[in-house]
């Protein structure tokens, strides 16, 4: 088993930045994708950044070169910035990981990130 633990969301006004970050821990032989998806107010859950072996990323069409996905392999630990934020990025971002090129297995509980002035 794999457990994921978010850290970072939070109250930010437009145009603002936040960095999420995600600390898995347990055993991580079966992971070599990490990724953050987010659930907005009324809509379905959607991919925001993922990050497979290699360092190969893929995101969002509506946050790419807003949004920049890292991870630090030693540490077990995948980070989220976000720049430049819209309202319409407001929602539960959850940390996830799994085997690239399949549905991910593991899910943290979520870090709210709200978008207001």
């Known amino acids: 088993q794999v457990q994921l633990a978010e850290s970072g969301g939070g109250l930010v006004q437009p145009g603002g930045s936040l960095t999420l970050s995600c600390i898995a821990s347990?055993?991580?032989?079966?992971?070599?994708?990490m990724g953050w998806y987010r659930q907005g107010p009324g809509k379905q859950r959607e991919m925001v950044a993922i990050?497979?072996?290699?360092?190969?990323?893929m995101y969002l069409d509506s946050v790419k070169g807003r949004f920049t996905i890292s991870r630090d392999n030693a540490k077990n630990t995948v980070t989220l910035q976000m720049t430049d934020l819209k309202p319409e990025d407001t929602a539960l971002y959850s940390c996830?990981?799994?085997?690239?090129?399949?549905?991910?297995?593991?899910w943290g509980r979520g870090t709210q990130v709200t978008v207001s002035a």
């Open positions: 990050i497979h072996p290699g360092e190969h990323t």
């Open positions: 996830a990981a799994g085997r690239a090129g399949r549905a991910m297995d593991y």
């Open positions: 347990g055993n991580m032989d079966r992971v070599n994708a």
